[in-house]
């Protein structure tokens, strides 16, 4: 005997109503980033790596430096080894070193004194500075004061914020003017 299969109308939108509840039941949820797409129909540009304006940035490739970065080496020692005075034997080194003097004479003379023998006008007041026409001091090559001027010791103060890089290569031309004036430097 066969018997007839056919679904009755009630019964088909039984399984409708069914499978709207099931279908909105799973499909949505609860979206925690009010800004994520969670279905893109065609995304095109959508999800590329884009900055936007006013609100994040791109990192900067790793290993890349800031075109304006000044880098000094650490210690005075490793800047003695690493850094060359660009004025030095330059034509224009007499200009150069002219506004070296002037700076010394504003900036290091109170303490070093105009001869580098450490007699400025603040010898009375301050921890005697060593003489810098000293064979030792004269030995040593320009990076050495570069760093000492930018950073100064625990005992003299820096002068980094003070005088720009270029001023500083300046004052050690002048420095070097001054070594070779004193005849006898030794200490
Ligand atoms: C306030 C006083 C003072 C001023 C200003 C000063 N210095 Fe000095 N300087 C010292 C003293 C003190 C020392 C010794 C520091 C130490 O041994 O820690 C020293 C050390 C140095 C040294 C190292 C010498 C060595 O034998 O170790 C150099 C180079 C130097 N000064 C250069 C300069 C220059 C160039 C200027 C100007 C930009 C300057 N100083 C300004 C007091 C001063």
Redesign the pocket.
């Known amino acids: 005997m066969i018997t007839n299969r056919a679904i009755s109308w009630q019964a088909k939108v039984r399984w409708f109503c069914l499978g709207l509840l099931f279908t909105g039941l799973t499909s949505c949820k609860y979206q925690v980033d009010g800004n994520q797409t969670k279905l893109q129909y065609m995304p095109d540009m959508a999800t590329s790596p884009v900055a936007r304006s006013q609100r994040e940035y791109l990192d900067p490739p790793e290993g890349s430096i800031s075109h304006d970065a000044i880098l000094y080496p650490k210690t005075a020692e490793e800047a003695e080894t690493l850094l060359i005075n660009p004025f030095a034997g330059r034509w224009d080194e007499d200009t150069q070193k002219a506004n070296g003097a002037r ?2 004479g504003v ?2 003379a ?3 004194g105009q001869d580098l023998k450490g007699h ?1 006008t ?1 010898q009375d007041k ?7 026409a ?1 064979d ?2 004269k030995n ?1 090559k320009d990076g ?2 570069f760093h ?2 930018t950073y ?6 820096s ?1 980094g914020h003070a ?1 720009s890089p270029h001023e ?1 290569w300046q ?2 031309l002048h ?1 070097r003017d001054l070594q070779k004036a004193s005849a006898n430097g030794s200490k």
């Open positions: 700076l010394f900036y290091c109170v303490c070093h400025g603040v301050f921890p005697p500075p060593p003489d810098l000293s030792l001091n040593r050495f004061f000492r001027i100064g010791t625990a005992v003299m103060p002068y005088t500083r004052i050690i420095v």
